[in-house]
């Protein structure tokens, strides 16, 4: 039985557009890193008030409802933090 020819694969060179796509640099936001925080330490303050004066506070109008707004900060915090780069 004959052997199959070999063939060789042309070396892969990359476009030009993609070598200075590297020289970018990626910076990150300066706000992105202080607003998490502050959304997370907020939550979190948040729901811990709500246990601590057992419902009084922050806002005694909104019943067990003050657990899910903690959460919403803390929620929206990550969603803040996929800004970071």
């Known amino acids: 039985m004959p052997k199959s020819r070999i063939r060789k694969k042309a070396d892969f060179t990359p476009p030009p557009a993609a ?3 590297a020289n970018i640099k990626l910076t990150s936001r ?3 890193a202080p607003v998490m925080l502050a959304l997370f330490l907020i939550g979190l303050v948040w729901i811990v008030l709500f246990y601590v004066t057992e419902g009084e506070l922050p806002i005694q109008s909104f019943g067990n409802w003050n657990i899910v707004a ?3 900060f803390i929620a929206a915090g990550f ?5 970071w780069k």
């Open 30 to 32: 300066s706000w992105v």
């Open 79 to 83: 969603g803040v933090s996929t800004q």
């Open 70 to 72: 903690g959460f919403g």
């Open 19 to 21: 070598k200075q796509a």
